[in-house]
Nanobody, 125 residues
Framework: QVLLVESGGGLVQAGGSLRLSCAAS????????MGWFRQAPGKEREFVAV???????TYYTDSVKGRFTIFRDNPNTVALQMNSLEPEDTAVYYC???????????????????WGQGTQVTVSS
């Protein structure tokens, strides 16, 4: 069992920055690929970014490339640095852990085993 707790959300003006953190407890954190997803009102949950177990490889959805950076901050935390935020980035952001041995950089929700409760990010124009 892995417990994930997100923090760092808030209200920011367009062009600003936020750093989200996801703290993990439970089973060995380093055995999981870690992803960030987001869900805006009335929309499906969508993939944002993922980092491999080692932290050496990452993958992003096109709309955040060059603006967001995912990284393993310490042995039990994964972070999402978000720069040049846009109103379209407004959503609840979730971190998730994947134990898949086949998909090292999974982008679909059904490849993830554990989810956090989410943190709200609001970007004003």
């Amino acid at each position: 069992q892995v417990l994930l707790v997100e923090s760092g959300g808030g209200l920011v003006q367009a062009g600003g920055s936020l750093r989200l953190s996801c703290a993990a407890s439970g089973r060995t954190f380093s055995t999981y690929s870690m992803g960030w997803f987001r869900q805006a009102p009335g929309k499906e949950r969508e993939f944002v970014a993922v980092v491999t177990r080692s932290g050496s490889n990452t993958y992003y959805t096109d709309s955040v490339k060059g603006r967001f950076t995912i990284f393993r901050d310490n042995p039990n935390t994964v972070a999402l640095q978000m720069n040049s935020l846009e109103p379209e980035d407004t959503a609840v952001y979730y971190c998730a852990a994947s134990a898949s041995a086949t998909y090292l950089l999974p982008t679909h929700t059904n490849k993830y085993d554990y989810w956090g409760q989410g943190t709200q990010v609001t970007v004003s124009s």
